[in-house]
DNA sequence: TTGAAATGGTTTTTT
DNA sequence: ACCATTTCAA
C-alpha cells in the first residue's frame, strides 16, 4: 500500500511546498495520505507553526480525520494541532466573524451586530420557515411590490435564489450591490451571443434546422404571454435557423425593477436574520468575505502564509475567493479532481479546478484592484498529477472513463475527445484482471437485483480480496448498490428486508410519512380540533370495527381512557412534549419517531408556531414528502445501499449500479422557480403579472425568459461525472441493473446488457394456492349513498379534468387514495373535490392498495399473477373496482385488459355472493372507450404468449 | 426532416 | 404544472 511509501507523484506534491500548485488527484491516489504527509512536513519545518498554515476540507469529519493522521505524522500532538486552522470554509468563517466581526453587517451598511449569542442555523427547514415569516412581513411592508410577489407560485423559493447568489459573491448593500455585483446580474450578451450562435447553426450539413429552431417549436405551448410578445413565427423565422436578433431582443430587457425587488428581499432578509439573531451558511460567508476585504489590518493579521484546499472541485466561487483572501503569500495549493466534482446543486462550481489557472488571475485581480488584498496577482501554477489508483482493477478504471464520455440521451452528441483532453488517466496498482463487468435487465428490477445479490454471495467467479491480501468468494457486506435517488434505495431495503436479504440503508426519510407521524398528526388534531379526522385513526388502531366508529363519531363520545389520554396531552406545554408522551404510549422509540421528535422540536423552538400552525406543517410534510436523515442500523454482514452522492470517497469490493433507467439517471425535466440566476444570463424573472391585460388581472409568461432558456443547452457533464464517480467506487467489480427503461449512460457503455428472466405480465416465480386479495389498509365508512357504477361516471368526468384529457392523473390519484386512507388531504381544485365527493358519497368499505394474486393455469403449470389494485369498494351487494388511468391509445387497451381481468376473477373468487363489477374506460381520439375483463382462458393465452415473448 | 402529439418523469446533500 | 424526449405521420 501507498500507506508507508509515497509514489513520485505524492513525493513531489508532499516536498513542493513554496509555489502555487493545482494537484490533479484522481480516485483512490492517496490524496489524503499525500496531503496529511505535505502538512506536517510545512509545520515541521523550522520557523513555520500550525497557526501559519490553513488547511481547507469540504466536511467537519474530514477535517477531524486530517487533524488524526497528520498527529501521526509530525512532531506535533493532537493537544497542539486542536486549535490549529483545520477547517471547513464555514467554520473558518464562523471563528473569524465571531473573534473579529462584531461590526461586519456594518459594512454593507446594515445597523446591526453579530453577537455572541448570535447562532447559526443549521436547520434547512426550520430556516424555511422563517423566510416564510420574514416574507410575509415584508410583502405586508412594501406594497410597491404586490405585482411581483402576485407572479410568484412560491415565495420562499427566493430563498434559494439568494443562497445561489451569495454562493457567487453577489451581496446587497444598503445603497446598492456590493463591489461589483451588480454585473453579475446583468449577465453577459457576449457569452450568451456565443451560447446562441452555436445553438443556432443548422445541422447535418446545413439540411436540418439549428437545435435551438427545433427548440423553439414549443413556444408558447405552456402559457400565455402579454399581447406584446412576439408571434411564434416571429421568433422561428423561415428556413434553417431563428432571426439573428432574436438574441438581442431576448437578451435585453429592462430589469431594474426585479433588481431593485430582488436586492430589498436579500437586504430585507439579512436585516431580519441579524435581528432574529441568526446567520445561514450563505449569510456566515457573505460576511466573513466583507470583513475580509474590507477590514484590511485584519487580513493582513491572519494572512496565511500556506493556504492548502481539499476537494477543490466542491467548492463554491466565494470559497475561491475566500482562500485568495486568506493568503498571505503565493504558498497556494488546491488538490482536487474535476471528475468528481458533482455537487453542483450545492453551488460548487467546476470552473475553479478546471480554469484555475485562468480564475486565479482574474479573482486576484479583481481583489487587488482598489487595494493590495491578495498576496500574488498572477503565480507560476505548476501541476502535480497522482496518477496511481490503488482501489480499482485497470478494467474498472477503463469503464469509468467510458462513463465520462457517454451521452445522456440516445441523441446527445458528446465531444468524447475534448473530455478525455482534460482527463489524467490513473494507472491501477492492482495486478488483479479477474474484474467482471455485468449488466442486467429485467421488468421487475428490485426482484432481479436481490436475487442476482443473492447469487453473487459465495460465488467463487466474482472473487474480492481479504485482509491478508488473498482472494475469497464475496459476503454480503462486500456488495454496495448504488443509486441515483434515494427513493429507490429506500424501496429496495423494503423489499430485501421482506425477503430476508440483509440490507442496510442511510440516508433520508419521509419522516411525516411514518405510522409514528401520522399517530402524532391525529392526536394534534383531535387536541386543535376534535375532529373525526383524528379520532377515526386512532380508534381503528385500537380495534374498534368501523360501525362502533361510526356510532362513536356521531355521537361523539370516545372510550375513557382515549378522552384520558387526550387530556393527559393537553397538559403538556410544548409540542415537544406531546409528541414525547404520544410516541412513549404506543411504544415508538426507534430512529424515525427520534428524528420526528427533533424535527418538531427545533421547528417550535425556532419559530412562533402555534400548535395549530405546526399540525399544519406536519400536514404539509406528509404532502411534500420532506425527508430528514435517519440512521438505518446496519448488521454485520449486509449490503450496503447508499445514493452515489452519499457514497463519494468511499469504496466497496463490488459496486452494483442501479436503477440505471432512462427516467431516474439522467433525470429529466425538473422545476423551475419564478426568478432565475444564471450565467451568461444574468437575472430573470419567469412570470410577470399584469393587473390590466385583457379585464382581468392575470400571470403571464416572460417571453424572454422563454426564449432564453431554450437557448441554453442542457449540462449533463455533471451526470456524467457521477456515473464516474460511482464506478470508481468499485474495487473488484462492477454490476448495472436497469428495469424497463435503461438509461442512455447504460446502452453507450461496453457492457452487454443480460435480459433476467422476463417477468412479463407479473408473472412471478411463487405459486399461491388461492386466489388472495388482502388489503392491510382500511379506509373508512361513508355516509349511504346510492350505489355507484365506478368512479368513471359520466357525473364525475364532468369535474374533472387534468388538461391532459378527462381522466385522472397521477396526481388525482394519489390524492384519491390518501383521501380514502383519511391522510388529512384538503382537496383542492375541481378535480379532487370531484374525487372527495365521490368517495364521501360511498357507503360499504373502501379498501386501498395492495397486491393481489391470481392463480392461474398457464400451458399447463400454476403461475401466479400479480396486480396491483389502487381503490376497491365494497357493499353487501356488490364489488367494485375504483381504477383510475390516464393513458389513452391504442397500448394502453391491452395492458387495461390484463389487469382489469385480474381484478375481476379475484374478486371474484373472493366474493362469491356478491356482484363484481370492474369496468375501465380510457379515451381514443375523444371516444371513450370501456374495457371489459378476459376470460380466464382469454388471460391465460395472453399471458402464455408474454411469456414466450 | 419537420411538425405535432404522446409519454412519463419530477435528483443529489454539506456546511 | 412543467419539461425533455420519443413516437407517429406526413
Redesign the pocket.
Known amino acids: 500500500m501507498s500507506e508507508f511509501t509515497p509514489n513520485p507523484g505524492q513525493r513531489e506534491l508532499i516536498d513542493s511546498t513554496e509555489g502555487t500548485y493545482l494537484v490533479d488527484a484522481g480516485a483512490g491516489t492517496g490524496k489524503t495520505f499525500s496531503i496529511t504527509r505535505r502538512y506536517a512536513g510545512i509545520v515541521d519545518t523550522e520557523g513555520v507553526e500550525p497557526d501559519d498554515v490553513l488547511l481547507v476540507t469540504?466536511?467537519?469529519?474530514?477535517a477531524g480525520e486530517m487533524r488524526e493522521r497528520i498527529v501521526d505524522r509530525s512532531g506535533y500532538g493532537t493537544r497542539e494541532l486542536k486549535d490549529a486552522p483545520i477547517q471547513?470554509?464555514?467554520?473558518l468563517c464562523?471563528d473569524l466573524l465571531l473573534e473579529h466581526g462584531h461590526d461586519a453587517p456594518g459594512l454593507l451598511g446594515i445597523d446591526d451586530y453579530i453577537t455572541d449569542s448570535t447562532r447559526l442555523l443549521?436547520d434547512?427547514f426550520v430556516e424555511r420557515s422563517l423566510f416564510g415569516e420574514f416574507i410575509d412581513g415584508f410583502s405586508d411592508d412594501h406594497p410597491e411590490y404586490e405585482d411581483i410577489f402576485a407572479a410568484l407560485?412560491e415565495p420562499t423559493d427566493l430563498l434559494d435564489l439568494l443562497n445561489e447568489l451569495a454562493a457567487k459573491g453577489v451581496f446587497p448593500t444598503a445603497e446598492g450591490w456590493y463591489r461589483d455585483g451588480e454585473r453579475h446580474l446583468d449577465g453577459d450578451f457576449e457569452g450568451f451571443r456565443e451560447i446562441f450562435d452555436e445553438r443556432n447553426e443548422?445541422?447535418?450539413?446545413g439540411?436540418?434546422?439549428s437545435a435551438l429552431?427545433?427548440?423553439l417549436?414549443?413556444y408558447g405551448n405552456?402559457?400565455t404571454y402579454l399581447p406584446d410578445a412576439p408571434s411564434k413565427s416571429e421568433i422561428?423565422g423561415e428556413g434553417?435557423q431563428v432571426p439573428d436578433v432574436l438574441a438581442k431582443h431576448a437578451f435585453h430587457e429592462d430589469r431594474e425593477r426585479l433588481k431593485s425587488f430582488v436586492h430589498d428581499v436579500y437586504l430585507g432578509y439579512l436585516r431580519f436574520s441579524l435581528r432574529r439573531n441568526y446567520l445561514n451558511?450563505?449569510f456566515l460567508q457573505l460576511l466573513a468575505y466583507v470583513l475580509l476585504c474590507e477590514d484590511h489590518a485584519l487580513r493582513e493579521r491572519i494572512a496565511f502564509e500556506y493556504v492548502m484546499v481539499d476537494e477543490f472541485q466542491d467548492t463554491s466561487e466565494i470559497q475561491f475567493k475566500l482562500a485568495l483572501l486568506c493568503a498571505g503569500t503565493e504558498n497556494f495549493c488546491v488538490v482536487g479532481d474535476w471528475k468528481q466534482s458533482?455537487?453542483?446543486?450545492?453551488y460548487a462550481d467546476v470552473e475553479n479546478i478546471v480554469a484555475f489557472e485562468d480564475r486565479l488571475g482574474r479573482f486576484a485581480a479583481e481583489l487587488n484592484r482598489d487595494h493590495d488584498r491578495v498576496g500574488f496577482e498572477q503565480p507560476d501554477v505548476e501541476t502535480i498529477s497522482l496518477v496511481e489508483n490503488y482501489r480499482s482493477t485497470e478494467a474498472i478504471l477503463d469503464l469509468a472513463e467510458d462513463g465520462l464520455v457517454a451521452p445522456?440521451?440516445?441523441?446527445?452528441a458528446v465531444d468524447a475527445e475534448s473530455i478525455l483532453e482534460d482527463v489524467t488517466s490513473l494507472d491501477a496498482v492492482s495486478d488483479y484482471d479477474h474484474s467482471r463487468i455485468e449488466a442486467f435487465q429485467s421488468e421487475d428490477e428490485q426482484e432481479a437485483l436481490l436475487s442476482r445479490i443473492h447469487d453473487i454471495v459465495g460465488d467463487e467467479r466474482f472473487p474480492v480480496e481479504d485482509e491478508g491480501g488473498d482472494l475469497r468468494a464475496p459476503e454480503y457486506g462486500d456488495i454496495a448498490v448504488l443509486?441515483?435517488?434515494?427513493?429507490?434505495?429506500r424501496e429496495l431495503l423494503a423489499a430485501a428486508t421482506e425477503n430476508g436479504l440483509p440490507m442496510a440503508y442511510e440516508?433520508?426519510v419521509e419522516i411525516y410519512r411514518t405510522d409514528p407521524a401520522k399517530l402524532l398528526l391525529a392526536w394534534l388534531r383531535v387536541l386543535e380540533y376534535d375532529a373525526d379526522r383524528g379520532w377515526a385513526p386512532l380508534l381503528e388502531r385500537v380495534g374498534y370495527s368501523l360501525p362502533e366508529i361510526d356510532a362513536m363519531l356521531s355521537s361523539g363520545t370516545y372510550p375513557q381512557n382515549l378522552v384520558g389520554f387526550a387530556d393527559e396531552l393537553r397538559d403538556r406545554e410544548t409540542v415537544g412534549a406531546i409528541a414525547r408522551h404520544v410516541f412513549e404510549r404506543y411504544g415508538y422509540d426507534g430512529p424515525v419517531a427520534d428524528a420526528i421528535l427533533h424535527a418538531v422540536q427545533s421547528v417550535h423552538d425556532a419559530t412562533t408556531m402555534s400548535r395549530g400552525d405546526l399540525l399544519r406543517y406536519i400536514e404539509r410534510g406528509i404532502e411534500t414528502g420532506t425527508?430528514r436523515?435517519v440512521h438505518v442500523g446496519a448488521g454485520t454482514d449486509a449490503v450496503t445501499v447508499?445514493?452515489?452522492?452519499?457514497t463519494k470517497g468511499l469504496e466497496h469490493p463490488i459496486v452494483i449500479l442501479a436503477d440505471m433507467?432512462?427516467?431516474?439517471f439522467?433525470?429529466?425535466?425538473?422545476?423551475?422557480s419564478d426568478i432565475t440566476f444564471g450565467d451568461p444570463v444574468g437575472l430573470r424573472q419567469?412570470?410577470v403579472f399584469d393587473a390590466e391585460a385583457y379585464d382581468r388581472p392575470h400571470v403571464f409568461?416572460n417571453w424572454r425568459s422563454?426564449v432564453l432558456?431554450?437557448t441554453l443547452p442542457?449540462n449533463?457533464d455533471?451526470?456524467r461525472r457521477?456515473l464516474y464517480v460511482a464506478i470508481t467506487r468499485a474495487e473488484h467489480h462492477v454490476l448495472f441493473s436497469a428495469g424497463e427503461?435503461p438509461s442512455?449512460f447504460l446502452e453507450s457503455l461496453p457492457v452487454a446488457v443480460e435480459q433476467i428472466d422476463p417477468d412479463v405480465a407479473g408473472v412471478s416465480a411463487s405459486t399461491e394456492a388461492k386466489p388472495t386479495f388482502t388489503p392491510d389498509v382500511q379506509g373508512r365508512d361513508g355516509p349511504a349513498a346510492e350505489t355507484p357504477h365506478t368512479i368513471m361516471r359520466d357525473d364525475v368526468f364532468e369535474g374533472v379534468d387534468?388538461?391532459?384529457g378527462v381522466e385522472f392523473?397521477?396526481?388525482v390519484h394519489e390524492f384519491a387514495e390518501a383521501y380514502a386512507l383519511g391522510e388529512g388531504v384538503t382537496p383542492e381544485g375541481s378535480d379532487e373535490r370531484a374525487v372527495a365527493a365521490f368517495l364521501d358519497g360511498l357507503d360499504g368499505e373502501l379498501l386501498v392498495e395492495e397486491d393481489i394474486h391470481l392463480p392461474l393455469d398457464v400451458d399447463g403449470e400454476t403461475v401466479t399473477i400479480t396486480g396491483v389494485v389502487d381503490l376497491v369498494h365494497v357493499t353487501d351487494e356488490r364489488v367494485d373496482v375504483i381504477d383510475y388511468k390516464?393513458?389513452?391509445?391504442?397500448?394502453?387497451e391491452d395492458e387495461y385488459r390484463k389487469q382489469l381481468s385480474v381484478y375481476h376473477h379475484v374478486l371474484e373468487a373472493v366474493y362469491p355472493d356478491r356482484e363484481v363489477t370492474t369496468s375501465i374506460f380510457y379515451t381514443d381520439?375523444g371516444e371513450r372507450v370501456r374495457v371489459e375483463p378476459l376470460s380466464e382462458t382469454e388471460l391465460s393465452n395472453v399471458v402464455s404468449a408474454a411469456r414466450e415473448r
Request: hydrophobic share 15%; net charge positive; proline share 3%.
Open positions: 469540504f466536511t467537519n469529519n474530514a471547513t470554509f464555514h467554520s464562523h443549521d434547512e407560485s443548422p445541422r447535418n450539413g439540411n436540418k434546422q429552431r427545433s427548440a417549436y414549443s405552456s402559457g422561428r434553417k451558511f450563505g458533482i455537487y453542483g446543486f450545492q445522456a440521451t440516445s441523441k446527445e443509486t441515483r435517488r434515494r427513493a429507490f434505495g440516508g433520508g425527508t436523515e447508499q445514493t452515489i452522492h452519499a433507467n432512462q427516467h431516474s439522467p433525470p429529466s425535466g425538473g422545476g423551475t419567469r412570470t409568461r422563454d432558456k431554450r442542457r449533463y455533471e451526470e457521477l427503461t442512455a387534468d388538461g391532459r392523473g397521477s396526481r390516464t393513458d389513452r391509445g391504442r397500448h394502453a381520439g
